[in-house]
């Protein structure tokens, strides 16, 4: 079964996650915005598996910062950063994963 977040909130420089299971994750928010999901700060492979991605941009203090957060769904976590960059969907899954790495 798939855990979900009873509460999420932004403590100084991390992302606080309490979970249903009772866990409590603490993830860096500049950590998030490098493990970015979105297409362009990932990369979408085309037909023949070449990676296409943006151009990368020097993170500022704003791409650390966050703005806003909602719920996508029962599933994800949706995050507008500063700077205006909104497109990475983090699934349940991810932010368990990536809590659970430390
Ligand atoms: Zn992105």
């Keep these: 079964m798939i855990s979900v977040p009873k509460n999420v909130m932004v403590?100084?420089?991390?992302l606080a996650i309490v979970w249903d299971d009772g866990r409590e994750d603490y993830l860096p928010l500049e950590r998030l915005r490098r493990d970015c999901?979105?297409?362009?700060c990932k990369g979408e492979p085309d037909l023949f598996g070449k990676i296409y991605r943006g151009p990368d941009r020097p993170l500022t203090p704003r791409s650390v910062?966050?703005?806003?957060?909602?719920?996508?769904g029962s599933y994800a976590l949706q995050i507008d950063w500063?700077?205006?960059?909104n497109d990475g969907i983090y699934s349940f899954e991810t932010l368990r994963r990536m809590g659970a790495e430390g």
């Design 11 to 14: 403590v100084g420089n991390e």
């Design 37 to 40: 999901p979105c297409a362009m």
């Design 65 to 72: 910062q966050v703005a806003a957060h909602r719920w996508v």
């Design 82 to 85: 500063a700077d205006g960059h």
